[in-house]
C-alpha cells in the first residue's frame, strides 16, 4: 500500500504506548483515524491531543460482540477500513507455570491472541467485499514470536499464538486473491516504555488474581531500567514515534514481517532451530537461572 491520504486506519489500543504512535503517524499521512481502547478516560484524552481526524471508540477486544460494534461504528462513519492494526496487548507478572492461574492465561489470551482474531472476524469480511486495497498488522512481539523468554510464559506463549494466526491469514489473504494483506509487527529497537507494563489497571475484576507476587514478578518499566542501571547494564530505549513510521515505511514495502533489525533475527531462529533439531529446550537454560 502506497498511498495513505484520504483513507482510514484502525489502532486498537489506540489510547497510549505503541497504539498512539501509529495513530499519530498516521494522522500525518491524511488518514481518517479510529482509535479504539478500553480506557474510555485515557482514550477521549488522546482523542482530543491528537484532534481532527480522530476518532475514538470505547472497545474490549475480548468481546467479539464490542470488536464488532466498533467495526460498525468505523464503516457506518467513514464506509470504509484501509488498514486494521490490531495491536491491544497485555501481560501478567512472571511467574513459573505452576505459578500463574487459569485468570492469568483467560485474560492475556483473551485481549492478545482472541483480541486480534475478533478484529479479523470483524473487519476483514468487510474489507475484503469493499474490493479496496488494505492492509491487517498484527502487533506480537520477539517474546514469544522469535525468542520466548521462560518467566513470561502467559505473554510468550499468547505473541507465539499471534504470529503463527498472522502466517496462516497473510497466507489466506494472498491465496484467495484477495486486496488485502498482512503483517506481523515485531515493536523493536530497544526497550519501549509502553502500558504494557502496568496493563493490571484494566484487569476485570472477574479475572483477578487470587494469589500475590512479589516485587520482582511485576515491576514497572521505570523500575526495570533502573534496576537494570545498578546492575551496569545501559538499555537503550526505542522512541515511539519513530517506530510507528518504521511501521508505515514496513506497511508501505509490503513487508510481511516488521521489525527494526529484522535481519538479526536469522541467526536466533537457526540456532533456536538446530537446537531442537537435536531434541533439547531451545532456551538458554543457564541465563535464566533455570539450571
Known sequence: MQEFRDRVAVVTGGASGIGKALAKAFLGEGMKVVIADVEEPALQATAAE?????????????????????ADTVFETHGACHILC????????NLD????????????????V??????????VPRMIASGEEGFVMNTSSGDGGISPLAQQVVYA????????????LAAQLVGKKTNLRAAI?????????????????????ALARKGQVSEEQETTFEAFMEGAKKAGFELPVQDLDELAQFALQGIRNDDFVIMIDRQSMEAQLNERA??????ECPIELEHMGLS
Open 50 to 70: 491528537l484532534g481532527e481526524g480522530v476518532t475514538g471508540v470505547v472497545t474490549d477486544v475480548s468481546d467479539p460482540a464490542s470488536v464488532t460494534a466498533l
Open 86 to 93: 490490531n495491536n491491544a496487548g497485555v501481560s501478567v507478572p
Open 97 to 112: 507455570v505452576w505459578e500463574t492461574e487459569p485468570s492469568d492465561f483467560q485474560w492475556v489470551f483473551g485481549v492478545n
Open 114 to 123: 482472541q483480541g486480534i482474531a475478533h478484529g479479523v472476524q470483524a473487519f
Open 157 to 168: 506463549s499468547s505473541k507465539a499464538a499471534v504470529s503463527i494466526m498472522t502466517e496462516c
Open 185 to 205: 509487527f515485531y515493536p523493536s529497537g530497544g526497550m519501549l516504555a509502553t502500558g504494557i507494563w502496568t496493563t493490571k489497571r484494566n484487569r476485570p475484576q
Open 274 to 279: 538446530a537446537k531442537l533439531a537435536r531434541g
